[in-house]
């Protein structure tokens, strides 16, 4: 267990040792020793080396306490907005360092690490390990790095490369994760737009970073432990996230403790050897698409499904996840079983959804958006069915500040154009009924500084719908929303849209089939 950064009641240390827990004891240096540069004053160094020793002395009996820890991200104060010269922070860490072994030669020290080998912003660049003992890398690939779906592949590579670069330091990973909102939901976590100190916040990609970073430290014997941030959400006012204020949504349980999100399950199945299976998605219950993806948490081998008392069948449960693609869900309640074996031991989980009616509710796509949205009466799915292009954001924030030059779209639905899918060349196999469908391509050009020449092409199952024309001029200028709308046969139950940008990118912020 990490404790926040804060001081903490004895109590708390009287239940950790009770519970057996292992404990990294915080101390709240964090982000910066000064917010005008330099080491910091003498009155800031007396206070935190007072608050260490008195931490120290408090918890010296506590067996629970392995490490104190003398810093938290100490370095970071760029990403927060702090002008003027950076920081030097390492002469009070050192300080500190030093502190913590007078009064305790017994245990280890720590710190947490947030910029080490990373350009994300401006540090003094002092090289802080090695000033403890340990070291804990706070690291959010797939949350705070560029490229979050290729979390895996970055993260490896990145504690591969400190470990490198100290072969003698042990190394843990004193935060990673992201956040996760139980009302926001992703119909295809890789299709849309990571919006890391905005909305929305999906559970589902809570779940999806944390599948991808546990594997990376479990496969590392060199990381000495972990530490998923947080166990719940929990208050932070510099915050407009996910579908709350004033909070970070990073927890694996509610802020009023009474919920379990996905991602708790995930580990329950990764490190708890209690038989169990756990039914993802349950909170989605109107489904935006006849189509999705089902998928379960358990410790068993092979685990089996059923909807509406078919059988869907079996799949094998990979590092702890049971995937079954492309199941289609019925209009009205679909009840969904799975169950599973574990030792001898039988497990089972359920849930109902409820799916659409293409033929009256027709489809119903916000194009780079990771959430889907009710936007005049009618349900958007999130960003899915889709090959190629990037989701783009027209507004991005940062924590608890509003873009500094909000734009909008002039359209009668401005919301649908927060998000957008851009790309020379993209696609989408959307499923449909077969007959003929009306289509509804909302673009518009995002930039006053594209090319002003910037065209785009639509193609519907091989053939020429729409051909290429002028974004902008279309439109009426830039940030002007432009509707395409065509008719389209189906055959074989899926839609091929082909979009091409020629002399700039083609642009999509939704799409929108009719009967």
Not at 301 to 310: D, E, P, S
Not at 455 to 460: D, G, N, T, V
């Amino acid at each position: 267990m990490r404790q926040a950064h804060y001081q903490h009641a004895d109590a708390w240390s009287d239940e950790a040792d009770r519970s057996g827990m292992v404990v990294w004891a915080e101390l709240p240096y964090v982000t910066t020793p000064s917010l005008s540069g330099g080491k910091g004053s003498d009155r800031l160094w007396a206070n935190a080396e007072q608050q260490l020793r008195e931490q120290i002395r408090q918890n010296y009996n506590h067996p629970s306490i392995m490490m104190w820890s003398v810093g938290n991200e100490v370095d970071s104060a760029k990403g927060f907005g702090v002008q003027g010269e950076p920081p030097q922070p390492l002469a009070l860490l050192r300080h500190l360092n030093q502190i913590a072994k007078q009064e305790d030669p017994s245990r280890p020290t720590t710190f947490a690490d947030c910029c080490e080998g990373l350009t994300m912003f401006k540090t003094a660049g002092e090289g802080l390990a090695g000033a403890a003992d340990l070291i804990g890398y706070n690291r959010y690939y797939g949350w705070y790095m560029p490229n979050p779906t290729d979390a895996r592949r970055q993260f490896g590579e990145a504690l591969d490369k400190l470990h490198a670069d100290h072969p003698t330091l042990p190394i843990s990973v004193s935060e990673y994760g992201g956040g996760g909102s139980l009302t926001q939901h992703s119909d295809n976590v890789r299709a849309g737009f990571v919006n890391m100190a905005g909305r929305p916040q999906p559970e589902e990609f809570e779940s999806f970073v944390h599948e991808e970073n546990w594997p990376v430290i479990r496969e590392r014997d060199y990381v000495f432990a972990s530490w998923a941030w947080n166990m719940f959400d929990f208050p932070s006012d510099l915050r407009q996230e996910g579908d709350a204020i004033d909070l970070n949504t990073k927890g694996l349980v509610s802020f009023d403790r009474k919920t379990r999100k996905d991602a708790f399950y995930y580990y329950k199945a990764q490190w708890n050897p209690e038989p169990m299976i756990h039914l993802t998605g349950k909170r989605y219950v109107d489904r935006a698409y006849a189509v999705m993806e089902v998928r379960a948490y358990s410790n068993a081998a092979k685990a089996r499904l059923t909807v509406n008392g078919q059988m869907i069948g079996e799949t094998d449960c990979p590092d702890r996840i049971c995937i079954w693609p492309d199941v289609r869900l019925a209009p009205g309640e679909n009840r969904a079983v799975v169950d599973a074996e574990v030792g001898g031991a039988k497990v089972s989980d359920a849930t109902v959804w409820t799916g659409p009616n293409p033929a009256l509710s027709g489809i119903a796509i916000d194009a780079g958006d990771l959430a889907g949205r009710a936007v005049a009466g009618r349900r958007f799915g999130s960003d899915n069915f889709v090959t190629g292009g990037a989701p783009m954001i027209l507004n991005m924030e940062g924590f608890g500040r509003k873009a500094a030059n909000p734009r909008r779209v002039e359209a009668g639905s401005p919301e649908l154009f927060e998000f957008w899918r851009e790309g020379e060349a993209f696609s989408y196999a959307i499923p449909a009924p077969d007959g003929r469908w009306k289509v509804t391509v909302l673009t518009f050009q995002p930039s006053p500084a594209a090319p002003g020449s910037a065209m785009m092409a639509i193609s519907a199952n091989g053939a020429l719908a729409v051909p290429a024309f002028n974004i902008a001029a279309s439109a009426g200028g830039a940030l002007k929303a432009k509707s395409i709308t065509f008719a389209v046969d189906v055959r074989g139950g899926v839609l091929k849209l082909d979009f091409a940008g020629k002399g700039g990118k083609a642009v999509v912020a939704a799409i929108t089939l009719d009967k």
